[in-house]
Nanobody, 120 residues
Framework: QPQLVESGGGWVQPGGSLKLSCRTSRFALEHYAIGWFRQAPGKEREGIACISEGGFIDSVKGRFTISKDKTENTVDLQIVNMRPADTAVYYC?????????????????WGNGIQVTVSS
């Protein structure tokens, strides 16, 4: 079972940028698809982006970029031009067989999540 630990959250001003990291093992990086999700207050959890073990990316268009860092064993999510509506708890998750990995019901393992707050 892969361990998934999110970091990089906190407070950001509107218009700012943030990089979230999901630290896991080298084995997980090479054998699982890993995705980023978020859940805003009062809303359902939504998928933002995911990256397969082979590097295929499925992502919402626009301000989000997902990438793997094989030296740090992380899957990173870069968010630019942040808005108050980006305020949420952000989670990374993994699935053992790559399939529609921006749908939370398809994910097998979850991190604990990290808070991101966008406000002035």
């Amino acid at each position: 079972q892969p361990q998934l630990v999110e970091s990089g959250g906190g407070w950001v001003q509107p218009g700012g940028s943030l990089k979230l990291s999901c630290r896991t093992s080298r084995f997980a990086l090479e054998h699982y698809a890993i995705g980023w999700f978020r859940q805003a207050p009062g809303k359902e959890r939504e998928g933002i982006a995911c990256i397969s073990e082979g590097g295929f990316i499925d992502s919402v268009k626009g301000r989000f970029t997902i990438s793997k860092d094989k030296t740090e064993n992380t899957v990173d999510l870069q968010i630019v031009n942040m808005r108050p509506a980006d305020t949420a708890v952000y989670y990374c998750a993994a699935q053992s067989t790559y399939y529609a990995c921006r749908r939370q019901e398809n994910m097998d393992y979850w991190g604990n999540g990290i808070q991101v707050t966008v406000s002035s």
